[in-house]
Protein backbone atom coordinates (compact mmCIF):
# COMPACT_ATOMS: atom_id res chain seq x y z
CA UNK A 1 0.00 0.00 0.00
CA UNK A 2 1.66 2.92 -1.23
CA UNK A 3 1.03 5.94 1.36
CA UNK A 4 0.28 9.62 -0.24
CA UNK A 5 -0.92 11.72 2.81
CA UNK A 6 0.07 14.74 2.76
CA UNK A 7 0.37 15.26 -0.37
CA UNK A 8 -1.85 17.29 -2.72
CA UNK A 9 -1.81 15.78 -6.23
CA UNK A 10 -3.04 17.41 -9.53
CA UNK A 11 -4.79 15.05 -12.06
CA UNK A 12 -5.45 17.35 -15.38
CA UNK A 13 -8.51 15.46 -17.45
CA UNK A 14 -9.62 13.33 -14.29
CA UNK A 15 -13.23 13.63 -15.26
CA UNK A 16 -13.11 10.54 -16.47
CA UNK A 17 -11.57 7.17 -18.16
CA UNK A 18 -7.84 6.95 -17.17
CA UNK A 19 -7.65 10.12 -15.03
CA UNK A 20 -10.69 9.30 -13.33
CA UNK A 21 -8.97 5.93 -12.02
CA UNK A 22 -5.53 7.57 -11.25
CA UNK A 23 -7.78 9.95 -8.75
CA UNK A 24 -9.27 7.34 -7.46
CA UNK A 25 -6.29 5.36 -6.93
CA UNK A 26 -4.35 8.55 -5.29
CA UNK A 27 -7.57 9.30 -3.16
CA UNK A 28 -7.68 5.98 -1.58
CA UNK A 29 -3.61 5.82 -0.89
CA UNK A 30 -4.37 9.20 0.99
CA UNK A 31 -3.48 12.36 -1.21
CA UNK A 32 -5.85 15.50 -1.66
CA UNK A 33 -6.65 15.07 -5.15
CA UNK A 34 -7.46 18.58 -7.45
CA UNK A 35 -9.91 17.28 -10.08
CA UNK A 36 -8.97 19.03 -13.07
CA UNK A 37 -11.20 19.04 -15.84
CA UNK A 38 -12.47 21.50 -19.44
CA UNK A 39 -16.04 20.05 -18.16
CA UNK A 40 -16.68 21.31 -15.19
CA UNK A 41 -20.02 19.27 -14.54
CA UNK A 42 -17.39 16.35 -14.72
CA UNK A 43 -14.61 17.84 -12.39
CA UNK A 44 -17.21 18.62 -9.64
CA UNK A 45 -19.10 15.47 -10.04
CA UNK A 46 -15.48 13.32 -9.77
CA UNK A 47 -15.15 15.64 -6.31
CA UNK A 48 -18.14 15.04 -5.00
CA UNK A 49 -17.98 11.09 -5.46
CA UNK A 50 -14.24 11.06 -4.03
CA UNK A 51 -15.55 13.22 -0.77
CA UNK A 52 -19.11 11.28 -0.51
CA UNK A 53 -16.42 8.13 0.14
CA UNK A 54 -14.73 10.36 2.78
CA UNK A 55 -11.22 11.41 0.40
CA UNK A 56 -10.29 14.26 0.61
CA UNK A 57 -11.05 16.42 -3.09
CA UNK A 58 -11.33 19.66 -4.81
CA UNK A 59 -12.61 20.46 -8.19
CA UNK A 60 -10.54 22.58 -10.35
CA UNK A 61 -12.19 23.04 -13.77
CA UNK A 62 -9.73 24.56 -16.42
CA UNK A 63 -8.49 24.59 -19.73
CA UNK A 64 -4.79 22.90 -19.82
CA UNK A 65 -4.21 24.51 -23.38
CA UNK A 66 -4.87 27.99 -21.83
CA UNK A 67 -1.91 29.58 -20.28
CA UNK A 68 -3.77 31.99 -18.72
CA UNK A 69 -5.92 29.74 -17.18
CA UNK A 70 -3.61 27.70 -15.80
CA UNK A 71 -1.97 30.30 -14.39
CA UNK A 72 -4.80 31.97 -12.50
CA UNK A 73 -5.97 28.76 -11.12
CA UNK A 74 -2.55 27.30 -10.23
CA UNK A 75 -1.19 30.19 -8.57
CA UNK A 76 -0.52 30.25 -4.91
CA UNK A 77 -1.43 26.51 -4.87
CA UNK A 78 0.68 23.78 -3.36
CA UNK A 79 0.60 20.57 -5.64
CA UNK A 80 2.98 18.02 -4.42
CA UNK A 81 2.21 15.44 -7.56
CA UNK A 82 1.10 16.51 -11.21
CA UNK A 83 -0.30 14.05 -13.34
CA UNK A 84 -0.41 15.60 -16.84
CA UNK A 85 -3.12 13.23 -17.91
CA UNK A 86 -4.76 15.37 -20.28
CA UNK A 87 -4.53 14.02 -24.23
CA UNK A 88 -6.13 12.97 -27.37
CA UNK A 89 -8.13 15.70 -29.31
CA UNK A 90 -8.89 17.66 -26.29
CA UNK A 91 -12.48 18.79 -25.37
CA UNK A 92 -13.24 17.08 -28.89
CA UNK A 93 -13.30 13.74 -30.39
CA UNK A 94 -10.37 12.27 -31.41
CA UNK A 95 -10.28 12.39 -35.35
CA UNK A 96 -7.92 10.57 -37.52
CA UNK A 97 -7.05 12.49 -40.06
CA UNK A 98 -4.06 11.09 -42.45
CA UNK A 99 -1.46 14.19 -42.15
CA UNK A 100 -2.05 15.21 -45.99
CA UNK A 101 -5.03 16.25 -45.13
CA UNK A 102 -4.20 18.15 -41.83
CA UNK A 103 -5.33 21.47 -41.39
CA UNK A 104 -2.46 23.38 -39.59
CA UNK A 105 -5.52 24.39 -37.16
CA UNK A 106 -6.49 20.79 -36.25
CA UNK A 107 -2.80 20.18 -35.63
CA UNK A 108 -2.02 23.25 -33.67
CA UNK A 109 -5.04 22.46 -31.43
CA UNK A 110 -3.89 18.77 -31.03
CA UNK A 111 -0.49 20.22 -30.12
CA UNK A 112 -1.80 22.72 -28.15
CA UNK A 113 -3.57 20.05 -25.96
CA UNK A 114 -0.97 17.47 -26.05
CA UNK A 115 2.05 18.88 -25.47
CA UNK A 116 1.70 23.07 -24.51
CA UNK A 117 -1.42 21.82 -21.80
CA UNK A 118 1.94 19.74 -20.30
CA UNK A 119 4.06 22.61 -20.85
CA UNK A 120 2.06 25.47 -19.04
CA UNK A 121 0.95 22.71 -16.06
CA UNK A 122 4.32 21.91 -15.57
CA UNK A 123 5.79 25.63 -15.52
CA UNK A 124 3.24 26.61 -13.36
CA UNK A 125 3.89 23.89 -10.54
CA UNK A 126 7.76 23.21 -10.65
CA UNK A 127 8.82 26.49 -9.08
CA UNK A 128 7.13 25.66 -5.52
CA UNK A 129 8.47 22.30 -5.94
CA UNK A 130 11.57 22.74 -6.63
CA UNK A 131 11.34 25.74 -2.96
CA UNK A 132 10.18 22.87 -0.93
CA UNK A 133 12.52 20.57 -1.73
CA UNK A 134 9.83 17.67 -3.15
CA UNK A 135 7.74 16.96 -6.20
CA UNK A 136 6.27 14.50 -8.72
CA UNK A 137 5.83 15.31 -12.42
CA UNK A 138 4.23 12.45 -14.04
CA UNK A 139 3.02 12.59 -17.60
CA UNK A 140 0.48 9.99 -19.96
CA UNK A 141 2.09 9.48 -23.13
CA UNK A 142 1.23 6.66 -25.61
CA UNK A 143 2.27 4.03 -27.86
CA UNK A 144 1.47 6.59 -30.65
CA UNK A 145 4.92 8.60 -29.37
CA UNK A 146 6.84 5.82 -29.75
CA UNK A 147 6.85 4.57 -33.20
CA UNK A 148 4.56 5.33 -36.51
CA UNK A 149 1.22 4.26 -36.66
CA UNK A 150 -1.46 4.40 -40.02
CA UNK A 151 -4.39 5.64 -38.20
CA UNK A 152 -4.24 9.44 -38.93
CA UNK A 153 -2.66 10.38 -35.42
CA UNK A 154 0.74 11.91 -36.26
CA UNK A 155 0.71 15.26 -34.62
CA UNK A 156 -0.90 13.60 -31.52
CA UNK A 157 1.75 10.64 -31.98
CA UNK A 158 4.52 13.90 -32.42
CA UNK A 159 2.93 15.70 -29.45
CA UNK A 160 3.36 12.13 -27.41
CA UNK A 161 6.90 11.63 -28.16
CA UNK A 162 7.82 15.65 -27.58
CA UNK A 163 6.51 14.91 -24.01
CA UNK A 164 8.41 11.64 -23.16
CA UNK A 165 11.70 14.16 -24.23
CA UNK A 166 11.13 17.33 -22.42
CA UNK A 167 10.54 14.99 -19.66
CA UNK A 168 14.07 13.80 -19.75
CA UNK A 169 15.26 17.05 -19.89
CA UNK A 170 13.50 18.65 -17.28
CA UNK A 171 14.30 15.69 -15.00
CA UNK A 172 17.99 16.60 -14.99
CA UNK A 173 17.29 20.12 -14.57
CA UNK A 174 15.21 19.39 -11.56
CA UNK A 175 16.66 16.44 -9.73
CA UNK A 176 19.08 18.18 -7.50
CA UNK A 177 15.37 19.80 -5.55
CA UNK A 178 14.26 16.23 -5.10
CA UNK A 179 11.60 16.42 -7.86
CA UNK A 180 10.87 13.55 -10.14
CA UNK A 181 9.48 13.83 -13.80
CA UNK A 182 8.65 10.41 -15.21
CA UNK A 183 6.34 9.28 -18.48
CA UNK A 184 3.80 6.64 -18.14
CA UNK A 185 2.99 5.67 -22.22
CA UNK A 186 -0.01 3.47 -22.35
CA UNK A 187 -1.31 1.18 -25.17
CA UNK A 188 -4.75 0.49 -25.97
CA UNK A 189 -6.79 1.29 -23.45
CA UNK A 190 -10.56 0.14 -22.92
CA UNK A 191 -12.44 3.43 -23.41
CA UNK A 192 -12.04 2.92 -27.03
CA UNK A 193 -14.93 1.76 -29.33
CA UNK A 194 -15.05 -1.84 -30.08
CA UNK A 195 -14.97 -0.95 -34.00
CA UNK A 196 -11.02 0.24 -33.37
CA UNK A 197 -9.94 -2.27 -31.18
CA UNK A 198 -11.32 -5.91 -31.98
CA UNK A 199 -8.56 -6.04 -34.86
CA UNK A 200 -5.51 -5.52 -32.39
CA UNK A 201 -6.72 -7.36 -29.30
CA UNK A 202 -5.29 -10.42 -30.11
CA UNK A 203 -1.69 -8.70 -30.73
CA UNK A 204 -2.08 -7.74 -26.90
CA UNK A 205 -0.38 -10.52 -25.34
CA UNK A 206 -1.61 -10.19 -22.00
CA UNK A 207 -5.03 -10.76 -23.86
CA UNK A 208 -7.09 -7.12 -22.96
CA UNK A 209 -7.33 -3.83 -23.07
CA UNK A 210 -6.12 -1.73 -20.59
CA UNK A 211 -8.01 -0.36 -17.63
CA UNK A 212 -7.29 3.22 -15.75
CA UNK A 213 -6.03 0.65 -12.67
CA UNK A 214 -3.38 -0.46 -14.72
CA UNK A 215 -2.19 3.11 -15.66
CA UNK A 216 -3.05 4.42 -11.99
CA UNK A 217 -1.17 1.52 -10.42
CA UNK A 218 2.22 2.72 -12.33
CA UNK A 219 1.42 6.51 -11.59
CA UNK A 220 0.97 5.73 -8.29
CA UNK A 221 4.53 3.95 -7.59
CA UNK A 222 5.94 6.67 -9.24
CA UNK A 223 4.09 9.38 -7.03
CA UNK A 224 4.98 7.46 -3.62
CA UNK A 225 8.40 7.71 -1.99
CA UNK A 226 8.95 4.09 -3.65
CA UNK A 227 9.77 5.88 -6.75
CA UNK A 228 12.35 8.39 -5.23
CA UNK A 229 15.24 7.44 -7.19
CA UNK A 230 13.04 7.05 -10.87
CA UNK A 231 13.33 10.35 -12.76
CA UNK A 232 13.94 10.87 -16.59
CA UNK A 233 12.54 7.33 -17.49
CA UNK A 234 9.31 6.78 -19.81
CA UNK A 235 7.45 3.59 -18.70
CA UNK A 236 5.23 1.80 -21.08
CA UNK A 237 2.39 -0.41 -19.83
CA UNK A 238 0.64 -1.91 -22.71
CA UNK A 239 -0.28 -5.47 -21.96
CA UNK A 240 3.30 -6.31 -23.13
CA UNK A 241 2.40 -5.41 -26.66
CA UNK A 242 5.77 -5.44 -29.63
CA UNK A 243 6.96 -1.94 -30.64
CA UNK A 244 9.93 -0.47 -32.41
CA UNK A 245 12.92 -0.86 -30.80
N1 LIG B 1 -7.57 5.77 -24.37
C1 LIG B 1 -6.50 5.19 -24.88
O1 LIG B 1 -6.54 4.12 -25.51
C2 LIG B 1 -5.15 5.82 -24.65
C3 LIG B 1 -4.02 5.17 -25.18
C4 LIG B 1 -2.78 5.70 -24.97
C5 LIG B 1 -2.64 6.88 -24.25
N2 LIG B 1 -3.76 7.51 -23.78
C6 LIG B 1 -3.57 8.75 -23.04
O2 LIG B 1 -4.18 8.63 -21.76
C7 LIG B 1 -4.62 9.92 -21.32
C8 LIG B 1 -6.08 9.83 -20.91
O3 LIG B 1 -6.82 9.38 -22.02
P1 LIG B 1 -8.36 9.01 -21.89
O4 LIG B 1 -8.64 8.06 -23.00
O5 LIG B 1 -8.65 8.65 -20.50
O6 LIG B 1 -9.01 10.43 -22.24
P2 LIG B 1 -10.54 10.85 -22.29
O7 LIG B 1 -10.71 11.62 -23.55
O8 LIG B 1 -11.46 9.69 -22.01
O9 LIG B 1 -10.66 11.84 -21.04
C9 LIG B 1 -9.92 13.01 -21.03
C10 LIG B 1 -10.54 14.01 -20.07
O10 LIG B 1 -9.77 15.21 -20.20
C11 LIG B 1 -10.64 16.32 -20.33
N3 LIG B 1 -9.95 17.32 -21.15
C12 LIG B 1 -9.78 17.31 -22.50
N4 LIG B 1 -9.12 18.39 -22.90
C13 LIG B 1 -8.87 19.12 -21.78
C14 LIG B 1 -8.21 20.36 -21.56
N5 LIG B 1 -7.70 21.05 -22.59
N6 LIG B 1 -8.10 20.82 -20.29
C15 LIG B 1 -8.63 20.11 -19.25
N7 LIG B 1 -9.29 18.93 -19.42
C16 LIG B 1 -9.40 18.45 -20.67
C17 LIG B 1 -11.88 15.78 -21.00
O11 LIG B 1 -13.01 16.60 -20.74
C18 LIG B 1 -11.98 14.38 -20.40
O12 LIG B 1 -12.78 14.38 -19.22
C19 LIG B 1 -4.37 10.87 -22.49
O13 LIG B 1 -3.14 11.54 -22.30
C20 LIG B 1 -4.26 9.95 -23.68
O14 LIG B 1 -3.49 10.50 -24.72
C21 LIG B 1 -5.00 7.00 -23.95
Not at 105 to 123: A, F, K, P
Not at 146 to 168: C, D, E, F, T
Request: a negative charge; hydrophobic letters at 45%; one cysteine or more.
Amino acid sequence: MYDLSNKTALITGAGQSVGLGIAQQFARSGAHILINDIVSERAQSVANALCAEGKSATALAFDVADADQVKHALNGTKVDILVNNVGNAGSIPMEQTRFIDLSLDTIRQVINSNLYGVIHCTQAVLPGMCDRGFGRVICIGSEAGRQGLSIGVSPYGAAKAAIANLVRHVALEVAASNVTCNTVSLGLMNNVPAEFTDAVLSSIPLGRLGTPDDAASMCLLLASDSGSWITGQEFVVNGGSSVRG
